[in-house]
């Protein structure tokens, strides 16, 4: 199994709420509290598994607003593994996952340094790494229904944007999306070999807007009304 | 990256104590230069080891959970970083028993102590590579991801340790101008490795905005990181020192580094007296830690480019690159929008 995601970067709205789902259910789940740097002052801090970033992709008037979600790729070459000299980070051979044994990690650092992707977070509370875990606390559990039996990231998004499943599956819904939208990888050139996969935005025919303000009766009475209502 | 105070003062010291190992047993062993006293060999071998001793308790600093620090030694397999840690802590079972041997038998030792005093200097070595390692295999670094990394870190060790050879001799009153001359020759190649190093990194290239978003035909320019305050990414990460800062510190590590030091052994050479070493050995030493700062503070990590950044090189606080032809691109309005997509038949459902 290569158990991972695939974010769909067309349909994404950027509202964080996987980002929130995620604080939410691994900060009580088995990698411990997700800690959080003064949360009532002037610049609150913490550490999240998972970070939406939001970019401006080509240039005025073919322009997009692109949001991209990022938590940890899964790598098949996962070189935060190999450079952890304690043996806390490891790959699960049976589904893929990377994990922080928390036991282990002496917080050192280089894993996150050898992550291109910011994957992992020092808890400098904790004194430990921490980073996605997939919700391996959760797809496995068998007193969930089948339905919930997802990462937290995914059954949250609002827009459907994010997809879970196995990856050497070539029937499950995440390869299939990969096949038929021409999934992408990032950064693919260091060789990290990333499970999880981006999908590009859908090419879409522009709208034409240069005539929808036409000052016709109904638009100037549609506007006479909805200035009446915003006040 | 953000320069870790504990790493520069444990690569320094430790390194320079690793070179110094490796002089006094080249000397000694091969039996190059004037034959050493009971107490010159004692005090070449105890500095070593005070200062690598010193450099690897300083080396926990940086770690957040210490209590772990000895699993370290567990991932010899695929980690430099435990290497390095097994590797130093190899050192000193055989330095243990050369220096064991140089006490109770003084200069003339016995083939046991001698044979373990070398395999001791190859470990010194193998040591400084190690450390080059942890930060040359590192692809997400481009300026460390270089063959020169290790090579730095060796040569600058061993530089450092024939400017204390040289100082610690003198005290002895056994500096000869082969000292002096290994010492000039030995800082000369550290500065030129390290002056390829430095022309290196000025031209390094790799993944770029374009390549960590997927968006490798169209302009991207970051709109928002997500976040109000620093994180742990942009704390460790962002460290973006002044252009004229760089300039500064390359400057002291060329004067101080090797400049100054090799200047004082060549007075050396001409006539001055053999202790003004010392200036050159603390000379090399505060250089050489001018260098080791740089080394972090000039290293950009690929997550960078995530924050804005567009390529492996840029400084997060300088204004984008894409700037006036971009707008001279959107005045014209001729980019299909088919560009967005990084592959193409993104047709979906």
């Not at chain 1, 070459?77 to 490891?90: L, Q, R």
């Not at chain 2, 109770?104 to 001698?114: H, V």
């Not at chain 2, 001018?290 to 997060?316: I, N, P």
């Amino acid at each position: 199994m290569r158990l991972g995601l695939v974010i769909d970067m067309d349909t994404c709205v950027g509202c964080h709420a996987c980002a929130v789902a995620c604080k939410q259910w691994n900060t009580s789940g088995t990698t411990g509290a997700l800690t959080d740097y003064r949360p009532y002052g002037e610049d609150p801090s913490g550490v999240w598994f998972n970070r939406i970033r939001h970019y401006e992709v080509g240039d005025y008037p073919n322009n997009k607003t692109v949001n991209i979600p990022m938590s940890c790729m899964h790598c098949q070459h996962a070189d935060c593994v190999n450079v952890c000299p304690t043996g806390a980070s490891y790959k699960r051979p049976e589904d893929g996952i990377v994990l922080v044994d928390q036991d282990k990690c002496m917080g050192c650092n280089y894993c996150a340094w050898a992550c291109p992707y910011g994957a992992r977070e020092l808890d400098r509370e904790d004194g430990v790494m921490k980073k996605c875990t997939l919700c391996v606390d959760r797809i496995y559990d068998e007193q969930l229904p089948p339905e919930e039996r997802q990462p937290a990231c995914v059954i949250t998004c609002p827009a459907h944007a994010r997809f879970f499943g196995d990856f050497d599956d070539q029937d499950s819904e995440v390869s299939r999306l990969v096949r038929e939208r021409g999934g992408v990888k990032q950064m693919p050139e260091l060789g990290y070999k990333p499970v999880n996969t981006y999908l590009p935005p859908r090419i879409t025919r522009p709208i034409p807007t240069d005539d929808v303000r036409a000052n016709k009766l109904v638009t100037s009475v549609k506007d006479w009304v909805n200035k009446m209502v915003a006040r | 990256m953000h320069p870790a105070f504990s790493v520069i003062l444990f690569t320094v010291i430790s390194g320079a104590g690793y070179g110094l190992f490796i002089l006094l047993a080249a000397f000694h062993l091969a039996g190059i230069g004037p034959a050493m006293s009971h107490g010159e060999l004692l005090a070449h071998g105890l500095v070593s080891l005070g200062m690598i001793t010193l450099g690897l308790m300083l080396s926990t600093g940086h770690l957040a959970n210490k209590k772990n620090a000895w699993r370290s030694f567990m991932r010899f397999k695929t980690s430099w970083l435990s290497r390095e840690a097994v590797f130093a802590v190899l050192f000193y079972p055989f330095a243990g028993i050369y220096g064991l041997g140089v006490l109770l038998q003084g200069s003339a030792i016995g083939p046991l102590p001698a044979m373990a005093g070398a395999i001791a200097a190859v470990l010194a070595v193998i040591t400084l590579f190690s450390t080059g390692m942890i930060y040359g295999c590192l692809k997400t670094i481009r300026q460390w991801n270089t063959a020169l990394t290790p090579a730095n870190y060796i040569m600058l060790g061993i530089a450092t340790g024939t400017t204390l050879f040289a100082a610690i001799a003198a005290v002895f009153g056994n500096a000869t101008t082969l000292h002096a001359g290994v010492a000039i020759v030995a800082l000369l190649a550290a500065a030129l490795l390290k002056g390829i190093y430095y022309f290196w990194i000025s031209r390094v290239n790799g993944p770029t905005i374009n390549t960590a978003t997927t968006f490798n035909r169209a302009t991207v320019r970051l709109l928002d990181t997500g976040h109000t305050a620093g994180t742990f990414l942009t704390d460790e990460f962002g460290y973006d020192p002044r252009k004229d800062t760089i300039d500064n510190i390359k400057m002291g590590v060329f004067l101080l580094g090797f400049i100054a030091p090799v200047l004082v052994f060549g007075s050396i050479l001409s006539g001055a007296p053999a202790g003004i070493a010392w200036l050159a050995a603390v000379s090399s030493l505060v250089g050489i830690g001018m260098e080791r700062w740089l080394f972090f503070a000039e290293a950009k990590h690929v997550v960078r480019l995530y924050h804005g950044a567009q390529t492996c090189t840029d400084s997060l606080a300088e204004p984008s690159r894409v700037g006036p032809e971009v707008a001279a691109d959107a005045r014209r309005g001729d980019a299909p929008r088919a560009e967005l997509g990084d592959t193409p038949g993104g047709s979906g459902s």
